[in-house]
């Protein structure tokens, strides 16, 4: 099964910050990645798909790259409600599988 | 409204089964693929079990394959996870998903989710 890493697994961050997260694949998945956000006791919620693809709906200040092991999903401007864990997942594979997570709390 | 209502949750003891089902409204259910994902209490996503939109496809995670068993009913707009020989690690919430046809299979709505426990 392909694996899935994120770095860093948690983070403070303040409201207006410019916020990365990295997730890496253990081998190429071209870009079959995607991002999603969940907030306690909810279910996740898909961000970003195909590594750079907005799902509709989501604010522009998410954005996704990368290609074949890395990817990055960045956060232009934190706002409140983006206090939340975020997931990478690989689709490239029928057996999906996911990141392990990177909380991202108030500083 | 697109929707996804799983149910069918409970207490269960080890070695036990349970039925789980995922009721779609909002869209067309036999056009898409669909799957089961789980979270385990303050851990994080566990893809379990997907299923093509006419059942021809269909994928296991190692952790549940030869245990679970996945299946739909378009008619019924109904998804389904048949869980036996139950384990306490597989004890989470499940979710059901569907498949975003255009977008590199991402999973773009999921249920609510229905919580599994399994314990003596």
């Known amino acids: 099964d392909i694996q899935m890493t994120q770095s860093p697994s948690s983070l403070s961050a303040s409201v207006g910050d410019r916020v990365t997260i990295t997730c890496r694949a253990s081998q190429s998945i071209s870009s079959y990645l995607n991002w999603y956000q969940q907030k306690p006791g909810k279910a996740p919620k898909l961000l970003i798909y195909?590594?750079?693809s907005l799902q509709s709906g989501v604010p522009s200040r998410f954005s996704g790259s990368g290609s074949g092991t890395d990817f990055t999903l960045t956060i232009s401007s934190l706002q409140p409600e983006d206090f939340a864990t975020y997931y990478c997942?690989?689709?490239?594979?029928?057996?999906?599988?996911f990141g392990p997570g990177t909380k991202v709390d108030i500083k | 409204e697109v929707q996804l209502v799983e149910s069918g949750g409970g207490l269960v003891k080890p070695g036990g089964s349970l039925r789980l089902s995922c009721a779609a409204s909002g869209f067309t259910f036999s056009s898409y693929s669909m799957n089961w994902v789980r979270q385990a209490p303050g851990k994080g996503l566990e893809w379990v079990s997907s299923i093509s939109s006419s059942s021809s496809y269909i994928y296991y995670a190692d952790s549940v394959k030869g245990r679970f068993t996945i299946s739909r009913d378009n008619a019924k707009n109904s998804l389904y996870l048949q869980m036996n020989s139950l384990r306490a690690e597989d004890t989470a919430v499940y979710y059901c998903?569907?498949?975003?046809?255009?977008?590199?299979?991402?999973?773009?709505?999921w249920g609510q989710g229905t919580m599994v426990t399994v314990s003596s």
């Open positions: 195909a590594a750079s």
């Open positions: 998903a569907r498949v975003l046809i255009t977008g590199g299979d991402a999973f773009d709505i």
């Open positions: 997942q690989q689709s490239y594979s029928t057996r999906f599988t």
